[in-house]
C-alpha cells in the first residue's frame, strides 16, 4: 500500500502526498478497496490555507504510529474542499445535522457505500478540552465496526435518509418584493452590531453580500439605515486588523467582534467580493476611504494572487516560517515594538505605534500585534505614508506564506467581476486588462468544447473535476460585468452558453437549482443549497446572472428562471437574511427592473465614452449596461427623442421579449451580431446617445452625460 496522492493536481493534497498515511484520492477504487478489505473509511476534508487542517496533519497524520493504525484498520481518503465543494457540501451537512457546528478539518467516518455513521472536525492527538484523541476515536469506530456493525448500518440509514428528505423546492411562487425585502432589512438592524460595525458577534466575518444588498436597497429606496450599515461596517473593517494595511487585501475573518485579529489567510473569493463592496460604496458616497481600500485590495490580487498564466490563485496560507524556523500564525504580518524600531528606527517607530496600535502587550501573540488604525488619522500624512512603505518593504523580506496556486473557475468569476468593474470605476484600465486576462484563461483553460465548465486548474492544466453550480453562475456574472465595461459581444454570448448549461443540467421542474449537475457523480445525495457561505451560493449567482442576462436579451426564459429562483429567498428574507445576502441583492434588482442602459456611438470618441463612465456610475440595484456602434439599420432619432417613422419615445423596447436568449446556431435571435439591448438604438441628431429603459419602456434618449448623469442618480461628485 502506498500514498497515492503525489499526482494530485490540488496543493493541498500534495501537502499530505508524503504523509506515511497511505491515502487515496475521492473515487470509485478508494471505496472498492474499502469493500474488499471490509473496512470502513476515513474521509478528511480540508484545504491548504486552514490553519487547523495543518495542526492535524502535523499532529496526527505525519505520525508513523497514527498512520499505522490508520493503513491497518481503515482506508483513509483526503478531500480538497475546494475542489469537490459537492462532496464536502454533503457531508458537512451531515456532520451539521448531527453535531451542530460544522468546520475544517473535516473528520468523516463511512461505509463502504459512502454513508456517514461519525462524525467531528478536528481531533487532537491527546484528550483535551473535552474533545477525545483523535487515536480515541480511532479505536471506538473500529470496535464499532468489528462488533456493533448492524447498528452502524442503522444509523448510517437513518443518516442517508434524513438527508434525503431535505428539499428547498418549497419556494414561495414569486420573488421577494418590497415587504419581504424591508423585513430583511429590519432583520438586519436587529443583529446589527452598532459598536464594531457587522453583525453577530465572535468569530465575525466579513458580510459582502449584505453589504451588496445594503448598498444596492439604500439606492432603490434612499434608506439611510441601510448605507450607513453598510458604511460604518466598511470602515471599521478597513481600520481593523482584518485589513493588511501594508499590502491591502482582507483576511478570512475576525477572531473577535471589533475586527482586531484575524484568522490570518487570505482568500481570492473574500478579497473579489470586498473589492465589489467598497468600490459600491464609493460609487454610492464618494468615499476617499473606499476608494484608497479597494484600490488597495486590488492591487493585492494582481501582486499576489495573481498566476502565471494570467489566473487568480485561491488563498494564502495562514501560517508562515518564524525566525526560529518554525511555523506559525500571523508570523508574516505581526510586529512587535521592537521590530518596528529595528525598521524604522525609535522616532518613527513611536509614530508607527501610535498609528497601527502596536502595544508593548502586544494585540496577539507572543507580544506582537496586528496593524489597525485604532485612533485618528496623523497629521502629517506623507510621514506615515514614508513609514507604511518601509515596514511594507521590511516584511517583504520575511518568510512568505505559501499561495494555493490553483485556480477555481467560481472565485475567478467572482474576481474579473470586481476588477472589471474596479478598473471602469476608478480609472485603472490595467485592473480591466487583469480582468480580461482572468477570464481569456477560464475561456481557454476551464471550458470545453461543449460549453462546460472544469472546476479547477494549476499551471495552465485543467484538473479533472466538473463544475458545480456556482462556477457556472459567477463566471457567467464575470463575463456579463466585463461585457458592460467592454463592450465586447464575445462575453455576452459565452455568459449565455453557461446559462443554458444551467437551465438544462442544473434547474429542476420546480425551478429549483441544484448544485451538482445532472450528469454529474451520483452522491449520497445531489446537493442543493440557496444560503450563501463565503460566497454566494451557486443557486442565487446562477439567479443574478439569469437576471442580468435576460435583461440584456429580452429573454423570457432566463427571466422566468431568475424569478422561480428567487422564491426561496422570498420564504428566507425575513428570517435569515445574514445568509442570503446575495439573493436579497439579486432581488433588489428585480424589483428595480433591472435597468437597461444601452449607449451608442462611434469607438474613442469622448462623448460615448463619458456615456458609458456615467451609465457605470449609475447605482441602480443590478443595472445592465451596454455600449457599442449605432444600428445603422435604424431610423436617426430626432433631438426632442422622437423616432422618425414616429414610434413614441416611451414604448416599448424595440424587440420586446424573446422566448429564448439565442437562436439554435448561438446567433441572437433574428441573427444580428450586435446584442439585442443595442438594436435599433440610432444616433441622435448624428450624435452619441444614451438609451434608459426598465420593466420594456423606455425614456426619450439624451446625448447629454449630466442629464443622464441625473437620470440614473449619479452622485455630482463624479
Not at 165 to 184: I, Q, V
Request: charged share 25%; net charge negative.
Amino acid at each position: 500500500m502506498v500514498n497515492r496522492l503525489a499526482d494530485s493536481t490540488s496543493p493541498y493534497l500534495l501537502q499530505h502526498a508524503d504523509n506515511p498515511v497511505h491515502w487515496w484520492p475521492w473515487g470509485d477504487a478508494a471505496f472498492e478497496e474499502a469493500r474488499s478489505r471490509d473496512v470502513p473509511v476515513m474521509l478528511s476534508v480540508g484545504y491548504s490555507s486552514c490553519h487547523w487542517c495543518h495542526v492535524m496533519a502535523h499532529e496526527s497524520f505525519e505520525d508513523e504510529a497514527t498512520a499505522d493504525y490508520l493503513n491497518a484498520h481503515f482506508v483513509s481518503v483526503k478531500v480538497d474542499r475546494e475542489e469537490r465543494p459537492d462532496v464536502d457540501a454533503v457531508y458537512m451537512e451531515a456532520v451539521q445535522a448531527a453535531t451542530g457546528q460544522g468546520g475544517w478539518p473535516m473528520t468523516v467516518f463511512l461505509t463502504p457505500q459512502r454513508e456517514p455513521f461519525y462524525f467531528g472536525t478536528y481531533f487532537p492527538p491527546e484528550p483535551r478540552h473535552g474533545m477525545p484523541s483523535f487515536r480515541q476515536v480511532l479505536q471506538g469506530v473500529r470496535a464499532a465496526w468489528a462488533d456493533r456493525r448492524e447498528q452502524v448500518g442503522e444509523v448510517a440509514g437513518r443518516i442517508v435518509a434524513d438527508l434525503a428528505g431535505r428539499s428547498f423546492a418549497d419556494g414561495a411562487p414569486h420573488p421577494p418584493g418590497g415587504a419581504e425585502l424591508h423585513a430583511a432589512l429590519m432583520q438586519l438592524s436587529r443583529d446589527y452590531d452598532t459598536r464594531h460595525g457587522g453583525f453577530g458577534t465572535a468569530p465575525k466575518f466579513p458580510p459582502s453580500m449584505v453589504l451588496e444588498f445594503l448598498l444596492r436597497h439604500h439606492a432603490r429606496t434612499g434608506s439611510e439605515a441601510a448605507l450607513q450599515m453598510a458604511r460604518d461596517t466598511c470602515d471599521a473593517m478597513a481600520r481593523g486588523g482584518i485589513h493588511d494595511q501594508l499590502g491591502g487585501g482582507f483576511a478570512r475573518y475576525s477572531v473577535d467582534r471589533g475586527w482586531i485579529v484575524p484568522h490570518f489567510e487570505k482568500m481570492l473569493y473574500d478579497n473579489a467580493l470586498l473589492l465589489r463592496a467598497y468600490t459600491h460604496l464609493w460609487r454610492a458616497d464618494g468615499s476617499e476611504s473606499a476608494r484608497r481600500v479597494a484600490l488597495g485590495t486590488a492591487d493585492f490580487m494582481v501582486r499576489e494572487l495573481r498566476t502565471a498564466e494570467g489566473g487568480f490563485a485561491s488563498a494564502l496560507d495562514a501560517d508562515s516560517e518564524t525566525a526560529d524556523g518554525g511555523r506559525a500564525e500571523g508570523a508574516f504580518y505581526a510586529w512587535t515594538p521592537q521590530q518596528l524600531a529595528e525598521v524604522l528606527g525609535e522616532e518613527d517607530a513611536q509614530l508607527a505605534a501610535a498609528h497601527f496600535g502596536v502595544t508593548e502587550e502586544g494585540t496577539f501573540e507572543h507580544g506582537a500585534s496586528v496593524l489597525r488604525l485604532p485612533g485618528d488619522a496623523v497629521a502629517d500624512a506623507g510621514r506615515v505614508e514614508a513609514v507604511r512603505a518601509a515596514l511594507f518593504e521590511a516584511r517583504e523580506r520575511r518568510p512568505r506564506p505559501e499561495r494555493d496556486d490553483k485556480v477555481v473557475a467560481a472565485w475567478n468569476g467572482l474576481a474579473v467581476a470586481a476588477l472589471a468593474e474596479a478598473g471602469a470605476l476608478l480609472d485603472r484600465p490595467d485592473l480591466v486588462e487583469a480582468a480580461t486576462a482572468a477570464a481569456d484563461l477560464l475561456v481557454a483553460v476551464h471550458l470545453t468544447p461543449a460549453g462546460r465548465l472544469l472546476r479547477t486548474s494549476r499551471d495552465g492544466t485543467a484538473g479533472p473535476n466538473a463544475g458545480v453550480l456556482e462556477d457556472y453562475g459567477d463566471v457567467a456574472e464575470g463575463f456579463l460585468t466585463l461585457y458592460a465595461v467592454t463592450g465586447e459581444t464575445a462575453w455576452l454570448e459565452l455568459a449565455g452558453q453557461l446559462l443554458d448549461a444551467v437551465l438544462r443540467h442544473f434547474t429542476g421542474d420546480d425551478g429549483s437549482l441544484f448544485d451538482t449537475a445532472d450528469d454529474a457523480e451520483q452522491l449520497i445525495r445531489r446537493p442543493q443549497d440557496p444560503t450563501d457561505n463565503a460566497a454566494p451560493s451557486g443557486w442565487t449567482a446562477a439567479a443574478g446572472a439569469l437576471l442580468s442576462y435576460a435583461a440584456y436579451t429580452g429573454s423570457a426564459r432566463h427571466r422566468e428562471a431568475a424569478e422561480r429562483a428567487l422564491g426561496v429567498i422570498t420564504r428566507l428574507a425575513g428570517r435569515v437574511p445574514r445568509f442570503v445576502g446575495w439573493g436579497l441583492a439579486v432581488a433588489e434588482a428585480a424589483l428595480d427592473g433591472p435597468r437597461e442602459v444601452a449607449v451608442v456611438g462611434p469607438a474613442g470618441d469622448p462623448a460615448t465614452a463619458a456615456l458609458h463612465r456615467t451609465a457605470l456610475m449609475a447605482t441602480a440595484p443590478g443595472a445592465v449596461v451596454a455600449v457599442g456602434e449605432p444600428d445603422p439599420a435604424a431610423a436617426p432619432a430626432a433631438p426632442d427623442g422622437q423616432a422618425q417613422d414616429g414610434q413614441a419615445p416611451d414604448g416599448q423596447a424595440q424587440g420586446g421579449q424573446v422566448p429564448d436568449g439565442q437562436a439554435p446556431d448561438g446567433r441572437w435571435p433574428d441573427g444580428g451580431d450586435a446584442a439585442p439591448l443595442l438594436r435599433g438604438r440610432p444616433l441622435l441628431a448624428g450624435r452619441p446617445a444614451a438609451y434608459v429603459c426598465r420593466n420594456f419602456t423606455c425614456e426619450v434618449p439624451t446625448a447629454d452625460a449630466d442629464e443622464l448623469a441625473e437620470r440614473l442618480g449619479v452622485r455630482e461628485a463624479h
